[in-house]
């Protein structure tokens, strides 16, 4: 969402796993945990694929016979309008206990809605709410939020901060 030259175009299937194979090839020597970190634009859009690029990662980890399947984490930041999809709900299943997930929630609903705009118009706050209330309630957990901050809405980070830190 931060980023000036939007593009439609999706991370291969093909480009993930050249990025893992190499990850294998330089690193398979060591012994550090690894976070996949999946963020930009709305990720959950491509819940199917990144299940798949997971599969392919625990794959390599068994092949390889390292250690790092175990010590694998995943982060993930969405704006919450995918959340309740079934493709999103089947990768939060598959991924399990090994899953770092965030919505990114910018303050209150009139300073989010300003910024997190559907093409037709409509805020997401309230979508974003529902997913982040949803996740701590299915997986009895606090859930952590990320907020964009930018030149125009600098004026409100107080507030912003507070309406998400003091419910």
């Avoid at 598959?94 to 209150?108: A, E, K, M, Q």
């Amino acid at each position: 969402c931060y980023q000036h030259n939007k593009t439609p175009a999706v991370m291969s299937f093909e480009t993930a796993k050249k990025f893992i194979d190499n990850l294998f090839v330089e690193y398979k020597d060591t012994h550090y945990a690894v976070i996949l970190e999946f963020i930009g634009g709305e990720p959950l859009l491509q819940a199917k694929l990144i299940k798949q690029i997971m599969e392919y990662w625990y794959y390599k980890c068994i092949t390889e016979n390292l250690l790092w399947g175990k010590l694998t984490r995943v982060s993930l930041c969405s704006n919450g309008t995918e959340y309740f999809s079934e493709d999103a709900q089947e990768l939060f299943k598959f991924l399990n206990n090994t899953l770092s997930f965030t919505v990114s929630i910018d303050g209150n609903k009139e300073l989010h809605d300003s910024a997190r705009i559907h093409p037709d118009g409509r805020g997401s706050y309230d979508e974003a709410i529902r997913a982040a209330n949803h996740y701590c309630d299915a997986h009895n957990i606090s859930l952590g939020s990320k907020m964009t901050i930018a030149p125009s809405n600098l004026k409100y980070l107080y507030s912003a901060i507070t309406h998400l830190a003091l419910p």
